[in-house]
């Protein structure tokens, strides 16, 4: 039985979810941000109808948020896609080729359908409708066909034939469709061959349209048998011998089976009828179809034995597939399938023009993510094609999903800072009206000084940190040697004796050595979670020197009582969620994600360390095997050199993660500069905010308000209290 690890399935989804929740942070923000900018409008629209509007407030410039609206839309909607996308509870692949190069011959292989279900036929194009493969170890093999309606069939299958072909006036109903003669082909079409392949495959759909017609409109999805299933999907008989029409009226297909290889549940497989000359004139939206729905796409090429070269029709079958891709807001990998032929077959070996084609590709627009020759009809080589396939979207989704992220991110911090713009329009207006010219001159000062104190001395900060960042963390090497003297003293290597008794219960000396793999590399992982003191005393460290500036150079100190890390959680707690209306504020964001941001094993050290473990893993190609004739001493001397080696290979891996530490910390310093310091406009949440702390405090200790005022001077904003004589 074929079996396909199911680590690399489950990972794929493991990372698609965690991918899908950060989408949806995003999406959450742009939501939060919509309604603030329709608050924001609705709050001007009021305020300009007031009877008691002021002629500075009648003076304000437009505020144009139609535009920044209609941007918020587009980008929710194609957050919406990317994930529902990562939201998928299955992997699904795309076969695409033309006819007659083995993509039926793989589907078969990887899904266990016959040619009777899935054609093969060796005459005509045989596949005839869009059709997805998914599996059921329960249920016997059956299908549902989902029928056109009449709307779909006029919009989605024989328009395009009159727009491509410039056949004039479209029929409105089939029954129009069915009276009337069809146009002639123009001239100007009448010499080119694919123009006439199409207008050859209209007529098809029009002289046949009785033998089907009596499907459109029926309710879908209909149930049928597997006996059934050809004459729903296939264009003829698997030799031949006549005709089928029913495909013609069939939308789409789900072809429910049981697949050989077990481990699969999750894969679905898209059939797709075979495309390039072959007349099909939806063939765009077919592939964008296919586009939004599948993770991956193989195009399947047999070279011919003789003597073969990559055709003009394979360069525009990859182009249009290319096309489609880029209008999807997802990543879709494609791989080239360049199907294999023995030498026994009726297309002879064609391994050599396979492997010429393969050094051509480099030579021709045809950009895959890899290339893979395997014999389609081979089951064996079929899966392993799958589960190369599968390895390589494993290896690179989260990658491609943080670029995702990244960029929707980027697009939400330029709406922002759009909003932001019209809204200082307001703040300036506002200030104008509201601030006594010469306290405010007085008070801005003061506060300009202490932004520039504090600016210095982060910046002071983060060039030390930068000068920093390649040197190795004292505090993580210490624990480090820590946590391996633990390893080398507590190994949890058993005695000949303990091996010996457990053989008794056992019975194989091969089941009580993998049994001591298990127990020696879990005791050898647990010493490791030592290294969470150590990581979390280097970043203590940092936080604590931040702290002391924000005290020092930001005069801040006053705020709380606490110190080091805890100043900085505080600082997190204190600051409101919202300090201007309606707007979620960057300064609290700054610091509470430094506050919550933690350096541990399991995130930081555990996965690199994973490799380093194969030689005490089971079955792993690292690991010393026993010999047949074995002993307790053979099994200990093996646990004992086993052990040692993985211990090396990760104490190598650990010495080369010595400054890792130290590059979080300065990207992490550098993150809460650049959002509480350098972000636009940020400096209006420190005024809004250290005046409201200010008037606070005055409500709390009027008797001391002068003597805060000296040495928290940041704090004197707008609004000061007045002067008395």
């Given at each position: 039985m074929n079996t396909i690890k199911t680590g690399g399935i489950t990972n794929i989804f493991e990372k698609r979810r965690f991918l899908a929740a950060k989408i949806k942070s995003i999406e959450t923000d742009f939501k939060s941000l919509e309604s603030e900018i329709q608050r924001l409008e609705e709050n001007r629209q009021q305020l300009l109808t007031s009877p008691n509007v002021s002629n500075t407030v009648k003076t304000w410039p437009e505020i144009n948020l139609?535009?920044?609206?209609?941007?918020?839309?587009?980008e929710l909607e194609n957050l919406h896609k990317i994930k529902e996308h990562y939201c998928q509870e299955t992997i699904k692949i795309g076969v695409v080729g033309r006819p007659k190069q083995g993509k039926s011959r793989l589907l078969q292989s990887l899904t266990g359908l016959t040619s009777a279900e899935i054609p093969d036929g060796h005459r005509q194009h045989c596949t005839g409708v869009y059709c997805s493969i998914h599996n059921n170890s329960v249920e016997e093999t059956y299908a549902e066909v989902c029928f056109h309606s009449e709307h779909s069939f006029l919009m989605e299958v024989i328009y395009p034939y009159y727009e491509k072909l410039s056949l004039g006036v479209k029929p409105k109903t089939i029954d129009e469709f069915a009276a009337k003669t069809l146009p002639l082909l123009p001239n100007v079409f009448s010499s080119e061959a694919n123009q006439e392949t199409m207008y050859l495959r209209l007529v098809r759909y029009h002289i046949?349209?009785?033998?089907?017609?009596?499907?459109?409109?029926?309710p879908s999805p209909r149930r049928i048998s597997k006996n059934e299933i050809p004459?729903?999907?296939?264009?003829?008989?698997?030799?031949?011998?006549?005709?089928?029409?029913?495909?013609?009226?069939?939308?789409?297909?789900?072809?429910?089976?049981?697949?050989?290889?077990?481990?699969?549940?999750?894969?679905?497989?898209?059939?797709?009828?075979?495309?390039?000359?072959?007349?099909?004139?939806?063939?765009?939206?077919?592939?964008?179809?296919?586009?939004?729905?599948?993770?991956?796409?193989?195009?399947?090429?047999?070279?011919?034995?003789?003597?073969?070269?990559?055709?003009?029709?394979?360069?525009?079958?990859?182009?249009?597939?290319?096309?489609?891709?880029?209008?999807?807001?997802?990543?879709?990998?494609?791989?080239?399938?360049?199907?294999?032929?023995?030498?026994?077959?009726?297309?002879?070996?064609?391994?050599?023009?396979?492997?010429?084609?393969?050094?051509?590709?480099?030579?021709?627009?045809?950009?895959?993510?890899?290339?893979?020759?395997?014999?389609?009809?081979?089951?064996?080589?079929?899966?392993?094609?799958?589960?190369?396939?599968?390895?390589?979207?494993?290896?690179?989704?989260?990658?491609?999903?943080y670029k995702d992220i990244l960029l929707s991110q980027q697009k939400l911090a330029i709406v922002q800072s759009k909003v932001n713009a019209e809204?200082?329009?307001?703040?300036?207006?506002?200030?104008?009206?509201?601030?006594?010219?010469?306290?405010?001159?007085?008070?801005?000062?003061?506060?300009?000084?202490?932004?520039?104190?504090?600016?210095?001395?982060?910046?002071?900060?983060?060039?030390?940190?930068?000068?920093?960042?390649?040197?190795?963390?004292?505090?993580?090497?210490?624990?480090?040697?820590?946590?391996?003297?633990?390893?080398?003293?507590?190994?949890?290597?058993?005695?000949?004796?303990?091996?010996?008794?457990?053989?008794?219960?056992?019975?194989?000396?091969?089941?009580?050595?993998?049994?001591?793999?298990?127990?020696?590399?879990?005791?050898?992982?647990?010493?490791?979670?030592?290294?969470?003191?150590?990581?979390?005393?280097?970043?203590?460290?940092?936080?604590?020197?931040?702290?002391?500036?924000?005290?020092?150079?930001?005069?801040?100190?006053?705020?709380?009582?606490?110190?080091?890390?805890?100043?900085?959680?505080?600082?997190?707690?204190?600051?409101?969620?919202?300090?201007?209306?309606?707007?979620?504020?960057?300064?609290?964001?700054?610091?509470?994600?430094?506050?919550?941001?933690?350096?541990?094993y399991r995130g930081f050290i555990q996965h690199r360390l994973r490799q380093s473990l194969d030689g005490l893993t089971p079955n792993e190609t690292a690991t010393l095997k026993l010999t047949r004739s074995t002993s307790a001493e053979q099994v200990l001397l093996n646990l004992k050199i086993a052990y040692a080696e993985t211990l090396s290979k990760c104490e190598n891996t650990l010495k080369q993660l010595l400054s890792e530490p130290n590059q979080a910390a300065y990207a992490t310093v550098e993150e809460f500069v650049d959002t509480i310091l350098r972000k636009k406009n940020i400096e209006n949440e420190w005024r809004i905010f250290l005046q409201q702390e200010r008037e606070q405090n005055r409500q709390e200790t009027p008797q001391e308000s002068d003597r805060l005022l000296t040495s928290r001077d940041v704090l004197d904003f707008v609004q000061p209290s007045p002067v008395t004589n």
């Open positions: 139609a535009e920044l609206q209609q941007s918020i839309r587009n046949n349209l009785e033998k089907y017609r009596h499907l459109i409109g029926q004459e729903y999907i296939a264009q003829e008989t698997a030799y031949g011998e006549h005709n089928f029409f029913n495909y013609l009226a069939v939308r789409e297909a789900t072809i429910v089976c049981k697949f050989p290889n077990t481990d699969v549940r999750q894969i679905v497989f898209v059939d797709m009828p075979g495309l390039g000359n072959t007349g099909i004139c939806n063939e765009h939206s077919l592939i964008k179809k296919l586009a939004q729905e599948v993770d991956a796409i193989l195009f399947v090429r047999m070279p011919k034995s003789m003597g073969d070269t990559w055709q003009e029709v394979d360069i525009s079958l990859y182009e249009k597939v290319c096309t489609a891709i880029a209008e999807v807001p997802s990543h879709v990998w494609c791989f080239l399938v360049l199907n294999r032929t023995e030498a026994h077959s009726p297309y002879r070996d064609n391994s050599k023009i396979c492997q010429d084609l393969v050094l051509d590709i480099t030579n021709k627009s045809i950009n895959v993510a890899e290339y893979i020759i395997a014999n389609c009809a081979n089951r064996q080589e079929s899966h392993k094609l799958l589960e190369h396939s599968l390895n390589h979207i494993e290896e690179k989704n989260l990658d491609l999903g809204l200082d329009k307001v703040v300036k207006a506002l200030d104008l009206t509201t601030q006594d010219a010469r306290e405010f001159a007085l008070v801005e000062r003061k506060f300009q000084e202490v932004m520039r104190d504090l600016t210095n001395g982060l910046e002071k900060l983060l060039q030390e940190l930068r000068k920093n960042r390649e040197s190795v963390d004292l505090e993580f090497k210490k624990q480090i040697e820590t946590a391996l003297q633990a390893c080398r003293n507590d190994t949890g290597i058993p005695s000949v004796q303990e091996i010996e008794n457990q053989y008794t219960l056992e019975k194989s000396y091969h089941v009580v050595y993998e049994k001591y793999l298990h127990e020696i590399r879990a005791r050898l992982l647990q010493h490791f979670l030592l290294l969470d003191e150590g990581l979390k005393r280097s970043l203590n460290k940092v936080k604590s020197q931040v702290a002391k500036v924000l005290i020092e150079k930001g005069h801040l100190g006053s705020l709380t009582q606490e110190r080091g890390t805890e100043f900085i959680h505080a600082l997190a707690t204190q600051i409101p969620d919202e300090l201007i209306p309606g707007r979620p504020s960057q300064l609290k964001y700054g610091f509470k994600t430094l506050a919550e941001y933690q350096l541990s």
